[in-house]
C-alpha cells in the first residue's frame, strides 16, 4: 500500500491549521466518495480496478497475439494529454532502460505535438519496420492526433494494401465523434472510452491498459495494485493517505502561499511519472484563477540543474517525494587499488545506499532551506505497485481539487488555444475568428 510521510512539513506546520484541512479534506472524501460532487458524471475511473471485465483484457491480448502473427515489429500509438500519458509513463517505468524487448514490439508514441520533424523521422523509422498502429481519442476529433493518424494511416495503406483494417486499432468514444465514425467505415477493431472517465483518469481503461499489454506487461497486476489501493483508500479516517496528502498539499497552498508542488523521483524511470502526475493535477485543480502550479523533477539528475533554485530561489514550492523502498536490481562499488578517483570509501556499498544518502541529506537540505516535503512511498517499480501509485493519485487529486472548491473533472481553459488554431488554421466556421485575429498579428 501507498504510504505517505508528513515529517517532512512539520518544521513548517501548525498542528491546529492541519487538523483544519484534515477536517476539510474529510469533507471533500465525502463528497467523493457519495459520488455527489460537482462533475460527478465523470467518476467511472473510480469502480475501474474492480469493474474490468476479463473479456477487455482478453481482447487486448488478441490485439497482441494478432500483431505478433503479422510479424508486427513498431506500434505506434496515437494520442495526447490523458490520451497518452498514462501508457508512456507505464511504458518507461517498466521497461529496461536500454534494451529493446526481445518478445515485444517496439512502442512508439506520436499525435501528442504537431512537429513535423517528429513526424517525419517517424516516417523514417516506419519504413524500416513492420508497422502497427494504436490510434487513441476520446472525443476522436483533436488535432494533433488526427494529424498524426492521417500521416500512419496513408503510410500503411501505401505499404500494406489491403491490411489496414487489421493493422489498426482505434481507441474511442462508443458512439460520437470522427474516429468512430472513421472506424466503422473502413472496419477497424475498437476499443470504447467509457462516457464517464476523462483523459487525464483513463489509463486503467483501454486508453492504457491496450498500449501496456502489446509492450509485454501485466495489466491484471496493475489492476489489483489499482483495486487493493480504492479498498485501502475507502477508509473514512484521517489515517487515509490520501485524505493526508490532499490536506497537507491545500495547507502548504492556502496557508503558506506554497504555489508550485514539485513531483521528485530519484529513478529516471519515473520521468513520465511526473508528466502523467502535472497533467492529472495542472487539468484537474488549475482553474477559476486558483491551483497549485505542477512541476517535477528527476534526483540526483535535476539537483545540478534545478537543485539551486529549489534550495535557494523564491520561497514558493514543496516536494512531493515518491519513494521507492526497493531497488529490482543490484550493482555493488568495486574496490580499486589505486584509489586515483578516491572512491574507495564507497567500496563494497550498493549504488542504491548512496542513492538513497543523497535523497535523504536533500530533504534536510531543503528543509533547510524552507522547502516542506511530502513523502509518498512504494514497495519497489512493477504493474502492481504503479496501479497503486496512479489510484492513489487519482483518488487524492479527486478530494484535493474539492477542498480547493474545484471541479476536478473538467477542463474548459484547453479550448481556448483550440478555437485560435482553427481561426489561424481557417477551419470553416471559423472565419469571424479569423478576421479578429488577424487584426491582432
Ligand atoms: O484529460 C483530458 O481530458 C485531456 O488531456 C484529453 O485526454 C486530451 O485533450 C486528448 O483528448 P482526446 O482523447 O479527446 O483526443
Redesign the pocket.
Known amino acids: 500500500m501507498v504510504k505517505i510521510n508528513l515529517d517532512g512539513c512539520k518544521p513548517f506546520v501548525k498542528a491546529a491549521d492541519y487538523d483544519k484541512y484534515a477536517a476539510k479534506a474529510l469533507e471533500a472524501f465525502d463528497t467523493l466518495v457519495a459520488g455527489n460532487g460537482a462533475g460527478n458524471d465523470f467518476l467511472g475511473w473510480k469502480t475501474l480496478p474492480t469493474d474490468t471485465p476479463e473479456s477487455l483484457i482478453a481482447d487486448c491480448e488478441a490485439v497482441r497475439d494478432d500483431w505478433k502473427a503479422l510479424g508486427a515489429n513498431l506500434v505506434v500509438v496515437i494520442?495526447?494529454?490523458?490520451?497518452?500519458?498514462g501508457a508512456k509513463c507505464a511504458l518507461e517505468a517498466l521497461s529496461h532502460s536500454f534494451l529493446p524487448s526481445k518478445s515485444a514490439p517496439q512502442i512508439v508514441f506520436a499525435g501528442n505535438n504537431l512537429s513535423e520533424e517528429y513526424l517525419a523521422e517517424l516516417t523514417d523509422l516506419m519504413e524500416l519496420r513492420n508497422v502497427a498502429c494504436v490510434v487513441?481519442?476520446?472525443?476522436?476529433?483533436?488535432t494533433?492526433?488526427a494529424v498524426a493518424f492521417r500521416v500512419v494511416k496513408q503510410f500503411i495503406e501505401q505499404k500494406y494494401p489491403g491490411e489496414a483494417s487489421r493493422r489498426i486499432v482505434a481507441i474511442?468514444d462508443a458512439a460520437r465523434?470522427a474516429l468512430k465514425t472513421l472506424s466503422t467505415q473502413e472496419g477497424y477493431r475498437t476499443f470504447v472510452?467509457p462516457d464517464d472517465v476523462?483523459?487525464?483518469?483513463?489509463v486503467l481503461t483501454p486508453?492504457g491498459l491496450l498500449p501496456i499489454v502489446l509492450a509485454g506487461f501485466d495489466v491484471r497486476a496493475m489492476l489489483k495494485g489499482a483495486a487493493d489501493t480504492a479498498a485501502a483508500l475507502q477508509s473514512r479516517s484521517l489515517d487515509n493517505p490520501a485524505l493526508q496528502y490532499a490536506a497537507m498539499r491545500n495547507l502548504l497552498y492556502t496557508e503558506l502561499g506554497k504555489k508550485v508542488e514539485i513531483l521528485v523521483s530519484y529513478n529516471p524511470k519515473f520521468t513520465y511519472l511526473g508528466e502523467w502526475w502535472k497533467?492529472l493535477y495542472g487539468?484537474s485543480e488549475g482553474k477559476e484563477g486558483k491551483g497549485i502550479y505542477p512541476a517535477a523533477v528527476i534526483c540526483t539528475t535535476d539537483l545540478h540543474s534545478m537543485g539551486q533554485f529549489i534550495q535557494e530561489g523564491d520561497r514558493v514550492m514543496f516536494e512531493t517525494v515518491v519513494n521507492i523502498e526497493n531497488s529490482r536490481r543490484c550493482v555493488v562499488i568495486g574496490e580499486d587499488k589505486e584509489n586515483l578517483d578516491q572512491l574507495n570509501y564507497l567500496a563494497g556499498q550498493r549504488v542504491e545506499h548512496c542513492n538513497a544518502m543523497a535523497q535523504l541529506g536533500t530533504k534536510l537540505a531543503h528543509i533547510d532551506g524552507g522547502v516542506p516535503q511530502i513523502g509518498v512511498s512504494i514497495e519497489k517499480i512493477d504493474e502492481y505497485n504503479l496501479g497503486e501509485l496512479f489510484y492513489f493519485f487519482e483518488f487524492a487529486c479527486g478530494i484535493s481539487a474539492y477542498v480547493l472548491g474545484i471541479n476536478p473533472f473538467n477542463?474548459p481553459g484547453?479550448e481556448a488555444y483550440k478555437k485560435n488554431m482553427f481561426a489561424l488554421l481557417r477551419k470553416p466556421g471559423y472565419e469571424k475568428q479569423t478576421e479578429e485575429l488577424l487584426k491582432r498579428i
Open positions: 494520442g495526447i494529454g490523458g490520451s497518452y500519458l487513441i481519442s476520446k472525443s476522436g476529433t483533436t494533433e492526433p474511442t465523434g472510452v476523462g483523459g487525464r483518469y483513463s486508453v497533467q487539468e477542463q484547453v
